[in-house]
């Protein structure tokens, strides 16, 4: 019995999702946004993600905003613009690579201009903090969120839920639901979503469509692959 129970546990914290997104890159000549991130190096890549937003304006060439840096640099502070492969994981070090969202078209056109917009005024371009935030992800959940681009980062992007030291809310990246948080405890509700309970930035919870456990380790979930 207690065998079984170290194997369930092993399970659900190592994390499964079915049906995941294959991550490839658009060949034609449309507009695209994609959201992506890896895991970081060990220790931590079980635990901790970086995220980008990548983006290919109409017959362009393929361009991202990351926080890929903890020291502010004129003019977008910690932010940082590249024209480069999406797929290139250079700031992550190299762990395993995940596509979270997608976009194309008149969609993407109008995604990739509020993404110029809006990089430069981010709120917190001139501090970085790994935990528990500002950090690359708490910049990428603040982009999705400017720019309409309903998506979610998975539970394992630590900082994604960082809305201010003593206390913040907002809507939440996948556009159905509201968020409060502090820097130790938070709670997110949405229709699609579903609950999450955040402690010291980690998320526990249940994802209601596609069904899953909410999981702050491995791919950040058990069950089926986010929208």
């Given at each position: 019995?207690?065998a079984?129970?170290?194997?369930g546990?092993?399970?659900?914290t190592?994390?499964?999702?079915?049906g995941?997104?294959?991550?490839?890159v658009?060949q034609?000549?449309d507009?695209?946004?994609?959201l992506?991130?890896?895991?970081?190096?060990e220790?931590v890549?079980?635990v901790?993600?970086?995220p980008w937003?990548?983006y290919r304006?109409l017959?362009?060439?393929?361009?991202?905003?990351?926080v890929?840096s903890?020291?502010?640099?004129?003019?977008?502070?910690?932010v940082?613009?590249?024209?480069?492969?999406?797929?290139?994981?250079?700031?992550a070090?190299?762990?395993?690579?995940r596509?979270?969202?997608?976009w194309?078209?008149?969609e993407?056109?109008?995604?990739?201009?509020c993404?110029k917009?809006?990089?430069?005024s981010?709120p917190?371009?001139?501090s970085?903090?790994?935990w528990?935030?500002?950090?690359?992800n708490?910049f990428?959940?603040?982009?999705?969120r400017e720019?309409?681009?309903h998506a979610?980062?998975p539970?394992?992007?630590?900082?994604?839920?960082?809305?201010?030291?003593?206390?913040g809310?907002s809507?939440?990246?996948?556009?159905?639901?509201?968020?409060?948080?502090?820097?130790?405890?938070g709670?997110?509700?949405?229709l699609t979503?579903?609950v999450?309970?955040h402690?010291f930035q980690?998320a526990?919870?249940?994802d209601?469509?596609?069904p899953?456990?909410i999981?702050?380790?491995?791919?950040?979930?058990?069950?089926?692959?986010?929208?």
């Open positions: 019995m207690s079984g129970f170290a194997l546990a092993s399970v659900l190592s994390g499964c999702v079915a995941q997104r294959p991550v490839e658009p034609d000549a507009a695209h946004v994609l992506l991130s890896a895991a970081l190096p220790p890549s079980a901790a993600r970086h937003l990548a304006a017959g362009g060439d393929w361009e991202r905003y990351e890929a903890s020291r502010p640099v004129p003019p977008l502070g910690v940082r613009w590249h024209r480069m492969d999406p797929l290139e994981d250079y700031a070090g190299g762990g395993d690579v596509l979270h969202g997608s194309h078209g008149n993407a056109t109008e995604a990739i201009l993404l917009r809006e990089a430069p981010y917190y371009r001139h970085y903090r790994a528990p935030g500002p950090n690359s708490t990428v959940d603040y982009m999705l720019c309409g681009l979610d980062l539970a394992v992007a630590i900082g994604k839920d960082y809305r201010g030291l003593i206390f809310a809507t939440t990246s996948g556009g159905t639901g509201i968020q409060i948080e502090t820097a130790i405890l709670v997110k509700a949405g979503e579903g999450e309970v402690l980690m526990w919870g249940i209601l469509w596609p899953a456990l999981l702050p380790v491995g791919p950040g979930r058990f069950g089926f692959d986010d929208r």
